[in-house]
């Protein structure tokens, strides 16, 4: 009896206090009735979660339009209002040969991936709670060299018989250590198996399997499998020859020229081209200026510190350009054009103070206080090819420099690290207008900026004198395109860069 009444009464005074605690503070009662039904739904099978709409997921993408997650192509749309789009697949040619096109580009695309893909790109996935321990990244090999792989180990209780397997596609293991008969299978050979009821005795001889590369090989990957009972991981192995370094030596002073060379182009307007050449001079008298020359009836352009180069009457914008880059032999050039004009703020030692602190490789500036920028978007595509959109402006401030960006496309006065336009090159294909190809040809290889603290002068269009006047008029005939030209500028970029659309803004 007396047990019965002091559970009422411990049970009335338990109520009380919930009902006082619901008054005062009924927060912690619905948090923890929250939790309770919360916690019956923790089995990750009971979820059924919708993925937001498309919509609503447009801050995924640099450009601000629809999300590619998840597509296996990309698409040749219009980002937004303003943009154009060019239909690499439309051909300037008969029917019967553009099959034929696409086989030669498709079978060039097959070749181009077996010299540069590498097995690295393969997402790997780690398991959870693995008792594996392996390099995740940085191992690297010269081609028939050895070394010792880093890192390795399992961890956990071992068992009677326990295995570890190391398996490559390209190289070969062994060990630098000497072990007892049968705990080590596999040495010389691309499957390596150490076997021992110790796990102490598996790692210490972990800690010494070397890697050996058996094909001579400038770039490559080996993908290397490494297993522990039910535990297999993936580890990638760079075989590669490093590239031999190429030094300019700015000489004992390091001034400006010693650094910097100036190239141009010049096409029958030697009017154009000499008040250039007397504007650099006011600035700048002793910088080297290198002339690639395709006039008919060339004129010779005298001066100290002047190469001229004559090409073949005609040969082409871009051809000119590569003949002008390949003779420089400073770290830096800049590029101008012929009608340009140096003026007081046309200060290199701005622009090679940003390529000598920065990891830029191009850096350009206003022309006539005008802004030229563009930022060039690169995406996959499928067997009809790749996706490249253009859209104004740039990608962010470059750091450490006010006024500077970071972008794909600027106008044609730039500074640029000599090598670099080397290797990116300018095709002498493109013979009367081009431009934007040359930075398509950049990407993923050349890091372009641009600075509006610099500034560079444009020469006066027109001329008074009449003789001047037919030249201009005969250089204009030269500059434009006719509608099969502009064509075939747009079948070259389909082959060359395996582009199916290029879509900018309209200008």
């Known amino acids: 009896m007396q047990l019965k009444t002091y559970c009422l009464i411990f049970t009335i005074i338990g109520l009380e206090v919930f009902f006082v605690t619901l008054i005062l503070r009924p927060n912690i009662i619905e948090s923890r009735i929250w939790f309770m039904v919360e916690k019956k739904n923790t089995n990750p099978g009971d979820w059924h979660l919708n993925l937001k709409p498309l919509n609503k997921l447009k801050f995924l993408s640099p450009y601000g339009s629809d999300w590619t997650f998840g597509r296996n192509s990309c698409s040749c749309r219009i980002l937004n209002s303003g943009m154009v789009t060019y239909d690499f697949n439309k051909f300037n040619i008969e029917n019967d040969d553009e099959m034929a096109i696409k086989n030669r580009r498709r079978l060039q695309y097959e070749q181009h991936k077996k010299r540069n893909e590498s097995p690295a790109k393969k997402v790997i996935i780690a ?36 295995t570890v397997k190391l398996t490559a596609t390209q190289g070969v293991f062994n060990t630098i250590v000497e072990t ?141 350009r590569n003949l002008a880059v390949s003779q420089v032999t400073t770290k830096y050039l800049l590029w101008v054009d012929e009608d340009f004009e140096f003026t007081k703020e046309t200060k290199l030692e701005k622009l090679v103070e940003v390529l000598e602190k920065t990891n830029l490789d191009l850096v350009g500036a206003p022309v006539n206080g005008h802004q030229f920028t563009f930022k060039l978007w690169y995406e996959e595509g499928d067997d009809e090819g790749d ?93 434009r395109l006719n509608r099969n030209e502009f064509q075939n500028r747009l079948d070259m970029t389909y082959f060359k860069n395996r582009l199916k659309c290029y879509t900018r803004n309209r200008v």
């Open 127 to 162: 398991q959870s709670n693995s008792p594996l321990s392996y390099p995740t990244h940085g191992v690297e090999v010269k081609p028939l060299y050895s070394i010792l792989i880093p890192g390795l180990a399992v961890h956990g209780i071992g068992g009677e018989n326990n």
């Open 180 to 320: 007892s008969d049968g705990v080590v299978d596999g040495s010389g050979e691309k499957e390596l198996t150490i076997t021992s009821s110790n796990l102490a005795i598996i790692n210490s001889i972990l800690k010494h399997v070397t890697y050996t590369s058996k094909k001579y090989q400038i770039t490559s990957t080996d993908l290397v499998s490494f297993q522990f009972e039910e535990y297999t991981a993936e580890f990638a192995i760079l075989i590669r020859v490093p590239p031999m370094i190429r030094l300019f030596d700015p000489g004992p002073d390091n001034s400006i020229n010693s650094l910097v060379t100036i190239v141009t182009k010049t096409f029958l307007r030697y009017h154009k081209l000499r008040i250039l050449i007397n504007s650099i001079r006011t600035f700048y008298p002793e910088i080297m200026i290198i002339i690639a020359d395709d006039s008919d009836v060339p004129e010779k352009i005298e001066g100290p510190n002047i190469q001229q180069y004559i090409m073949p009457f005609a040969k082409g914008w871009f051809a000119g």
């Open 387 to 479: 996706c490249v959109f253009s859209q104004h402006g740039a990608f962010h401030p470059l750091d450490g420099f006010p006024g500077c960006i970071v972008t794909s496309i600027v106008v044609n006065f730039f500074l640029a690290k000599t090598e670099k336009i080397w290797r990116v090159g300018f095709d002498p294909r493109f013979a009367r207008v081009a431009h934007t190809e040359f930075f398509i040809d950049g990407i993923g290889s050349m890091l372009v900026g641009y600075c509006n603290n610099v500034r560079v002068g444009h020469q006066k269009k027109g001329v008074a004198d009449k003789d001047l006047a037919e030249v201009e008029k005969k250089y204009a005939a030269f500059r």
